[in-house]
């Protein structure tokens, strides 16, 4: 699991049908990234070093009943150019807010069939709460709830200045290493 990959798990409840299968639907499929120093070029071209800083705007397409997320937030939704699949779904194009300039090991997206609990910091940040969100796939949100009440309570502990708008984290299901900092 290095650059942009699969992550494979049994889902609880039926998926949406743009979902990745294997050939027995007992396994299903979600994508995302985990860039450690110099493996972000697995994904896209760059100078993947961690001294060497870029800002970065991400548009990604994707089955129109699925969930992308960035470290930045949605910046508009548009529908796709590409004709619907004989599969029943159209597709869309989301495209991100610039980030501000970092580590290309800090970048991050993920793409799947999500849902999220939510919660807000107590501290301001740019003049209000920061939103706090823990996506899982369908039907497991609630075994986020324990990371979510702790995660705002660090972010306020150890952040003077948060430089994002939001912070999401993602139950990635056989995940290769135990934290990632995206």
Known sequence: MVGFSRSKYKSTVPPASSVAHDASDEHHYMLSTQ??????????????????????????????????????????????????????????????????????????????????????????YNGKPLRVRVYTTKSLEEQGRYALEHAWKIIDLLSEDYPLPKMDLVAVHDFATGAMEG
């Open 35 to 124: 860039f450690q120093p110099c493996d972000a070029r697995r994904a896209f071209p760059c100078f993947d070093e961690p001294a060497l800083k870029a800002s970065f705007e991400l548009s990604i397409e994707i089955p129109e009943n699925q969930i992308a997320l960035c470290n930045t937030p949605e910046k508009e939704t548009v529908p796709s150019s590409r004709p619907a699949s004989s599969n029943d779904w159209n597709w869309k194009v989301i495209n991100f807010e610039k980030s501000p300039v970092m580590s290309t090991y800090l970048y991050t997206w993920a793409v799947g069939d999500f849902e999220y609990v939510e919660a807000k910091t107590e501290r301001k």
